[in-house]
């Protein structure tokens, strides 16, 4: 007999305990609670008919300004995920004293605390979730009525409260976290699994090599005009200027992979066709939101005929 021959307890595993761990792989979503249900809320049309109103109800709000302040642009991600810790907070704090002698007024305070941070903690939601793929939109929109229907059962509970019906304000307060604590399992869900927030173009950089790469003929990307290349797994934003500079950034938009060479470029930026935000050719940096991240920028140079880039970051300490 061969020395290598499997023993009878490798015959065991590769027999048993293999196919079943395979069978359960193979079963997937099917065999995890809530990934399933969570998945299907994208793919519900039926939620369309309050989306789209919805939708352009928010992205025609007077913000100004303040838009790219509630985005987070200043910050440098979501601002979002930073104000939903206070109410949160606040409520579930109220819970916990709910449950203690003597800390009725203690949780009025907190209840009251929670409701006031809902506010800007809402319109950060509303303004970033205008902005969102279809099935996100879906799945934002049960995200947020979760989130109002607990705003509401806690506003019931200090009422109630205020009216000296304690017990009754503390049933509907454990209502509101119940809720709350299901908004925020979507909530999860849709910055997770359907990635809305994190910054898209942030993988450009573990894929790009170090050193100069050559993309293309310099002549083949016109003047004056928005063009593609490909940089191995990454797209790439070609402007040739007419003074003669070349601008290279990765094409794909940092909010949601809008591809930006189809864009528009005016005044020296370029706005990505998909959902407006607008970023510096020159250095990729995002001047206007939804995008809370920069694009990144490449450094370029021709050499014997060809437009060579490379990522400063990735690059080598010699030249």
């Avoid at 792989?25 to 519900?44: F, I, N, Q, V």
């Avoid at 642009?73 to 819970?95: D, N, T």
């Avoid at 976290?177 to 399992?185: E, H, I, P, S």
Wanted: charged share 20%; net charge neutral.
């Amino acid at each position: 007999m061969s020395s290598d021959a499997p023993s009878s307890e490798t015959e065991s595993y590769e027999t048993l305990e293999r196919p079943r761990a395979v069978r359960a792989a193979e079963s997937g979503l099917a065999k995890l609670p809530l990934a399933g249900p969570l998945d299907r809320l994208g793919t519900l049309r039926a939620l369309d008919t309050a989306v789209s109103p919805l939708q352009n109800a928010v992205q025609k709000l007077p913000l100004g300004g303040l838009r790219d302040v509630l985005h987070g642009r200043w910050l440098g991600h979501p601002l979002h995920p930073a104000l939903v810790q206070l109410p949160i907070g606040a409520w579930m704090s109220a819970g916990v004293l709910d449950m203690l002698p003597g800390t009725r007024r203690a949780s009025r305070v907190l209840i009251g605390t929670g409701i006031l941070a809902s506010i800007p903690a809402a319109l950060s939601g509303s303004v970033d979730w205008a902005e969102l793929h279809k099935p996100q939109l879906r799945t934002g929109l049960v995200h947020g009525a979760a989130n109002t229907v607990a705003l509401g059962l806690y506003a019931a509970s200090l009422a109630a409260r205020a009216r000296g019906r304690e017990y009754r304000g503390r049933v509907l307060g454990f209502a509101g976290l119940t809720v709350a604590g299901a908004g925020a399992m979507v909530g999860g869900h849709l910055a997770y699994r359907q990635a809305v927030g994190p910054n898209k173009a942030e993988p450009v950089q573990h894929l790009v090599g170090k050193g100069w790469h050559p993309v293309g003929k310099a002549d083949s990307f016109p003047v004056g005009q928005a063009s593609n290349a490909t940089l191995g797994e990454v797209a790439l934003l070609v402007y040739r200027e007419p003074s003669g500079e070349t601008r290279v950034l990765a094409d794909r938009c940092s909010h949601q992979s809008g591809p930006l060479s189809q864009g528009t470029v005016a005044d020296g930026c370029v706005t990505c066709p998909w959902h407006g935000s607008t970023f510096r050719l020159v250095d990729g940096w995002n001047v206007g939101g939804p995008a809370t991240a920069p694009q990144p920028c490449f450094e370029s140079r021709v050499r014997e005929g060809f437009l060579e880039v490379r990522l400063p970051d990735a690059a080598p300490d010699e030249d």
